[in-house]
C-alpha cells in the first residue's frame, strides 16, 4: 500500500463528509429541474430509484425552464455564431493601440474561437450550464484530443461524482477528485501491468470486464522537481485504484484543466446553490397538485359509487364499466354520488404555481410560440432585460468559467505551436481575456444607450448655438457607441488609419485649394492681358489720327 495514495484517499474521505450535508437538496433541485441528468450523491442512489422518481414526476414546467435558461445562458455567454472575446495585454485597455501585436492577438482569439466550437464544446458546455443553473455548479475537463491527433476535447464531469476544494484565499477552486470506473483490461491497457494491483492483472485475464473504482485527482504541486519526468508542473495529477490504494499514474498540467464554475457559493462552503432552489418549493406543490388533479380527473370520469348488498347485488364483485349489466333487486341498490371536484380551483393554484416558476427561473420573459404575435424589436428588448437580470451570474461566471476555459485553451494552443511565434512587443506581457458576448454587451448597454440620448440632446440644442458642439468628443462617442453594441473591430479603423486618413484628406484639401488658387490666379492674369489688348484695339484709330495731324503740322 502507497503511504501517499494512502493520504489522498484519507483526503478523498474528508471531501465526501464535508459534501454529504448537500446532497439531498441537489437531488430534489434534479428530481424536478432536469430529471434526465439525475445524479448518484449516495450509495442508496441507485438507478433504480432514480427511474422509481422521475415516474412520480406530473408537471414538466421546471425542467423546461430550467432548458431555456439554460439554452439563454448559453447563446448570452458563449454563442457560437460569433466571436465572444478579445485578447490583450494586462493593463491596455484599447487593443487597436497595438500593431503587429494587435494582429497576432487577433488571429490567436479566431484560431482558439474557432476550434472551441469546432470541438464538441457546445453539446458539453450545455450539460455543465445544466448543472450550473439546477445544482449551483459543475464541472468541464479541458485538454487535447491525443487521439485523433489534436484539437481540443471537452468532457462535462458529472457532479456526482465530484468532490471540489480550494487552496487559494480567494476561494477559486483548485482541486478537484474525481470518482470513476474502469474495466480491469482497460486499467492493464491504460497505464500497464506493472502499475496494477495483482487483483486487477487477475481480472484481466479471467474476467476482462470486471469494473474497479478510480480516483482522478487534480491539484495545486508543493514541490517542484519531484516525481516522474513529466510532473514538474504546477498542477499535479495522480490516478489512484481505491480498493487497493495504489498511485497507477502520476502526471500534471500547466495550468488547472477544469474550469468549476458556480451561481451562488453557499456560506462557508466552497460549493454553490442553482436557480432551482429558489423554485424547488413552487415545483413541488405544483407536482403534488399536478397529482392529485389528475386523481380528481379520473374520479370525474369514471364517477364515484354507492351501493348495496341487497342479496341480488354484491358490492364486492361489480365492476362498472361500458357494455356492462349490473344485477341488482331494485334501480336504488347503486347510485353514483357527487364527488365534490372543483377544477376551477386547481386550475387558478396550478396557473399560479407555473406561472411562478416561470418568473423564478427566469423563462417568463418571451411567450409561447404561437401565443403572441412579437415584433423583433420587442422580442430583442426582452432578451436584454433577461440578460441584465442575469447580470450577477454572468459576473461569476466571467472569473470562474471563461476566463479558465480560455486561459487552459490558450496554453495548449500556443505550446503546441499551432499560434506561431509572439511578436516582441507581447514578449514577457501576461495575457488577459476581455469579453464581448451578447450577455457581456447587454452590461454595457447602459453606457451606450445614455451615449445615444445625449448625443441627441447636443444635436438639438446646436441647432441653436453650434458652438456647444465643442462639448462633445465624436470619436470617443462613436468608439463608445460601437464598442457597446457589439460592431466587429474590422470595420472600425484604428487611431492611426484615422489620423492618417484625416491627413491625407488635409493634405488633398490643400492641393485642391492651392489649384484652385492657381487657376483663379491664372485666370485673372488672362482676363487682364485680354483687357489690355481690347484697349489698344479701342485706342487705334485716334493714335493714327494724332499722328497724321502732327505730321500735317510738320508740313
Request: proline fraction near 4%; charged fraction near 20%.
Given at each position: 500500500?502507497?503511504?501517499?495514495?494512502?493520504?489522498?484517499?484519507?483526503?478523498?474521505?474528508?471531501?465526501?463528509?464535508?459534501?454529504?450535508?448537500?446532497?439531498?437538496?441537489?437531488?430534489?433541485?434534479?428530481?424536478?429541474?432536469?430529471?434526465?441528468?439525475?445524479?448518484?450523491?449516495?450509495?442508496?442512489?441507485?438507478?433504480?430509484?432514480?427511474?422509481?422518481?422521475?415516474?412520480?414526476?406530473?408537471?414538466?414546467?421546471?425542467?423546461?425552464?430550467?432548458?431555456?435558461?439554460?439554452?439563454?445562458?448559453?447563446?448570452?455567454?458563449?454563442?457560437?455564431?460569433?466571436?465572444?472575446?478579445?485578447?490583450?495585454?494586462?493593463?491596455?485597455?484599447?487593443?487597436?493601440?497595438?500593431?503587429?501585436?494587435?494582429?497576432?492577438?487577433?488571429?490567436?482569439?479566431?484560431?482558439?474561437?474557432?476550434?472551441?466550437?469546432?470541438?464538441?464544446?457546445?453539446?458539453?458546455?450545455?450539460?455543465?450550464?445544466?448543472?450550473?443553473?439546477?445544482?449551483?455548479?459543475?464541472?468541464?475537463?479541458?485538454?487535447?484530443?491525443?487521439?485523433?491527433?489534436?484539437?481540443?476535447?471537452?468532457?462535462?464531469?458529472?457532479?456526482?461524482?465530484?468532490?471540489?476544494?480550494?487552496?487559494?484565499?480567494?476561494?477559486?477552486?483548485?482541486?478537484?477528485?474525481?470518482e470513476h470506473e474502469m474495466t480491469a483490461q482497460?486499467?492493464?491497457?491504460?497505464?500497464?501491468?506493472?502499475?496494477?494491483?495483482?487483483?486487477?492483472?487477475?481480472?484481466?485475464?479471467?474476467?476482462?470486464?470486471?469494473?474497479?473504482?478510480?480516483?482522478?485527482?487534480?491539484?495545486?504541486?508543493?514541490?517542484?522537481?519531484?516525481?516522474?519526468?513529466?510532473?514538474?508542473?504546477?498542477?499535479?495529477?495522480?490516478?489512484?485504484?481505491?480498493?487497493?490504494?495504489?498511485?497507477?499514474?502520476?502526471?500534471?498540467?500547466?495550468?488547472?484543466?477544469?474550469?468549476?464554475?458556480?451561481?451562488?457559493?453557499?456560506?462557508?462552503?466552497?460549493?454553490?446553490?442553482?436557480?432551482?432552489?429558489?423554485?424547488?418549493?413552487?415545483?413541488?406543490?405544483?407536482?403534488?397538485?399536478?397529482?392529485?388533479?389528475?386523481?380528481?380527473?379520473?374520479?370525474?370520469?369514471?364517477?364515484?359509487?354507492?351501493?348495496?348488498?341487497?342479496?341480488?347485488?354484491?358490492?364486492?364483485?361489480?365492476?362498472?364499466?361500458?357494455?356492462?349489466?349490473?344485477?341488482?333487486?331494485?334501480?336504488?341498490?347503486?347510485?353514483?354520488?357527487?364527488?365534490?371536484?372543483?377544477?376551477?380551483?386547481?386550475?387558478?393554484?396550478?396557473?399560479?404555481?407555473?406561472?411562478?416558476?416561470?418568473?423564478?427561473?427566469?423563462?417568463?420573459?418571451?411567450?409561447?410560440?404561437?401565443?403572441?404575435?412579437?415584433?423583433?424589436?420587442?422580442?430583442?428588448?426582452?432578451?436584454?432585460?433577461?440578460?441584465?437580470?442575469?447580470?450577477?451570474?454572468?459576473?461569476?461566471?466571467?472569473?470562474?468559467?471563461?476566463?479558465?476555459?480560455?486561459?487552459?485553451?490558450?496554453?495548449?494552443?500556443?505550446?503546441?505551436?499551432?499560434?506561431?511565434?509572439?511578436?516582441?512587443?507581447?514578449?514577457?506581457?501576461n495575457l488577459s481575456f476581455k469579453f464581448i458576448?451578447?450577455?457581456?454587451?447587454?452590461?454595457?448597454?447602459?453606457?451606450?444607450?445614455?451615449?445615444?440620448?445625449?448625443?441627441?440632446?447636443?444635436?438639438?440644442?446646436?441647432?441653436?448655438?453650434?458652438?456647444?458642439?465643442?462639448?462633445?468628443?465624436?470619436?470617443?462617442?462613436?468608439?463608445?457607441?460601437?464598442?457597446?453594441?457589439?460592431?466587429?473591430?474590422?470595420?472600425?479603423?484604428?487611431?492611426?488609419?484615422?489620423?492618417?486618413?484625416?491627413?491625407?484628406?488635409?493634405?488633398?484639401?490643400?492641393?485642391?485649394?492651392?489649384?484652385?488658387?492657381?487657376?483663379?490666379?491664372?485666370?485673372?492674369?488672362?482676363?487682364?492681358?485680354?483687357?489690355?489688348?481690347?484697349?489698344?484695339?479701342?485706342?487705334?484709330?485716334?493714335?493714327?489720327?494724332?499722328?497724321?495731324?502732327?505730321?500735317?503740322?510738320?508740313?
Amino acid at each position: 500500500m502507497d503511504s501517499q495514495a494512502q493520504q489522498l484517499c484519507s483526503r478523498f474521505g474528508q471531501l465526501k463528509l464535508s459534501r454529504s450535508i448537500y446532497e439531498a437538496h441537489w437531488g430534489e433541485c434534479y428530481k424536478y429541474g432536469a430529471p434526465e441528468r439525475q445524479q448518484s450523491f449516495s450509495m442508496g442512489n441507485s438507478k433504480t430509484q432514480r427511474e422509481k422518481e422521475r415516474a412520480e414526476l406530473f408537471d414538466s414546467t421546471a425542467a423546461e425552464s430550467i432548458q431555456l435558461l439554460v439554452s439563454m445562458v448559453m447563446s448570452g455567454v458563449t454563442p457560437a455564431n460569433a466571436i465572444w472575446f478579445q485578447a490583450a495585454p494586462d493593463g491596455v485597455d484599447d487593443i487597436s493601440k497595438l500593431t503587429d501585436g494587435e494582429r497576432w492577438l487577433e488571429q490567436c482569439c479566431q484560431f482558439m474561437w474557432r476550434n472551441i466550437h469546432a470541438a464538441n464544446f457546445d453539446s458539453e458546455a450545455f450539460e455543465t450550464i445544466t448543472d450550473v443553473v439546477v445544482a449551483g455548479w459543475g464541472v468541464l475537463y479541458i485538454d487535447i484530443d491525443h487521439d485523433e491527433g489534436g484539437g481540443y476535447v471537452f468532457e462535462s464531469w458529472p457532479i456526482g461524482s465530484c468532490w471540489i476544494s480550494s487552496s487559494k484565499p480567494s476561494g477559486q477552486i483548485d482541486i478537484v477528485y474525481r470518482e470513476h470506473e474502469m474495466t480491469a483490461q482497460a486499467m492493464v491497457n491504460t497505464y500497464g501491468e506493472d502499475k496494477c494491483s495483482t487483483d486487477v492483472k487477475n481480472a484481466a485475464t479471467n474476467e476482462p470486464d470486471k469494473r474497479f473504482k478510480l480516483l482522478h485527482i487534480i491539484q495545486p504541486r508543493k514541490t517542484k522537481g519531484a516525481g516522474q519526468l513529466n510532473t514538474d508542473m504546477p498542477y499535479a495529477s495522480y490516478h489512484v485504484d481505491l480498493s487497493n490504494k495504489i498511485i497507477l499514474k502520476e502526471s500534471g498540467y500547466q495550468e488547472f484543466p477544469c474550469s468549476i464554475p458556480r451561481l451562488r457559493r453557499l456560506p462557508n462552503s466552497v460549493y454553490g446553490n442553482g436557480q432551482m432552489s429558489v423554485a424547488l418549493p413552487d415545483a413541488k406543490t405544483c407536482n403534488e397538485l399536478m397529482k392529485q388533479t389528475l386523481r380528481a380527473a379520473d374520479m370525474q370520469i369514471c364517477g364515484m359509487w354507492i351501493a348495496e348488498d341487497d342479496g341480488v347485488l354484491n358490492p364486492h364483485t361489480v365492476r362498472v364499466g361500458p357494455r356492462k349489466v349490473i344485477v341488482a333487486n331494485s334501480i336504488d341498490s347503486m347510485k353514483r354520488l357527487d364527488d365534490g371536484v372543483n377544477f376551477q380551483i386547481a386550475e387558478y393554484l396550478m396557473n399560479n404555481l407555473q406561472n411562478g416558476i416561470r418568473k423564478k427561473l427566469m423563462a417568463d420573459q418571451l411567450p409561447p410560440i404561437g401565443t403572441q404575435q412579437m415584433t423583433a424589436t420587442e422580442i430583442n428588448t426582452r432578451v436584454e432585460i433577461i440578460r441584465q437580470q442575469l447580470g450577477p451570474l454572468y459576473g461569476r461566471l466571467q472569473t470562474e468559467y471563461l476566463q479558465v476555459l480560455l486561459d487552459r485553451c490558450f496554453g495548449l494552443a500556443l505550446r503546441s505551436g499551432a499560434l506561431g511565434t509572439p511578436p516582441d512587443e507581447l514578449r514577457g506581457a501576461n495575457l488577459s481575456f476581455k469579453f464581448i458576448s451578447p450577455l457581456a454587451r447587454a452590461q454595457r448597454l447602459d453606457e451606450v444607450v445614455a451615449t445615444e440620448q445625449f448625443l441627441a440632446s447636443v444635436g438639438n440644442m446646436a441647432q441653436i448655438d453650434k458652438t456647444v458642439l465643442d462639448v462633445v468628443d465624436f470619436d470617443a462617442a462613436a468608439n463608445v457607441v460601437g464598442k457597446g453594441r457589439g460592431v466587429p473591430q474590422s470595420i472600425m479603423r484604428t487611431e492611426e488609419e484615422v489620423n492618417d486618413l484625416r491627413q491625407a484628406r488635409q493634405k488633398a484639401q490643400q492641393e485642391q485649394q492651392e489649384q484652385a488658387m492657381k487657376a483663379q490666379m491664372a485666370q485673372q492674369m488672362a482676363g487682364a492681358a485680354a483687357k489690355g489688348v481690347e484697349n489698344n484695339l479701342t485706342q487705334g484709330p485716334s493714335a493714327m489720327q494724332g499722328m497724321n495731324m502732327g505730321s500735317e503740322v510738320m508740313q
